[in-house]
């Protein structure tokens, strides 16, 4: 069984920075991948970063590129999304998630819901302006 647990979650000022890790159990996220993914109050869960299986590209959203960055520890199975420069609009519960289908594959694979079988619990980002 595949188990996620996500943590580094809080409340942080425009224009600091958080780190989200996502420990993963029961699947490999180096041949898999990862994805994560955020959901505002009263919005649609969004895309936000992805890591592919296999070769580890990364892949962003339009609205974060250049603040966030993913990574990935393979001995400890876990995934990083930092976060800076963080602005109100970031305002989401994360969640991340394990694909599917192991291989390496584009954005177009990762940045879609339907792409992913297991998602973590979510963890909230407050950031005040």
């Known amino acids: 069984q595949v188990q996620l647990v996500e943590s580094g979650g809080g409340l942080v000022q425009a224009g600091g920075s958080l780190r989200l890790s996502c420990a993963a159990s029961?699947?490999?996220?180096?041949?898999?991948?990862m994805g994560w993914f955020r959901q505002a109050p009263g919005k649609e869960r969004e895309f936000v970063a992805a890591?592919?299986?296999?070769?580890?590209?990364?892949y962003y959203a339009d609205s974060v590129k250049a603040r966030f960055t993913g990574s990935r520890d393979i001995a400890k199975n876990t995934v990083y999304l930092q976060m800076n420069s963080l602005k109100p609009e970031d305002t989401a519960v994360y969640y991340c998630?394990?694909?599917?289908?192991?291989?390496?594959?584009?954005?177009?694979?990762?940045?879609?819901?339907?792409?992913?079988?297991?998602w973590g619990q979510g963890t909230q980002v407050t950031v005040s302006s």
């Open positions: 998630a394990v694909p599917s289908r192991l291989g390496l594959y584009g954005s177009s694979f990762y940045s879609r819901m339907g792409s992913y079988d297991y």
């Open positions: 029961g699947r490999t996220f180096s041949s898999y991948g």
């Open positions: 890591i592919s299986g296999i070769a580890g590209y990364t």
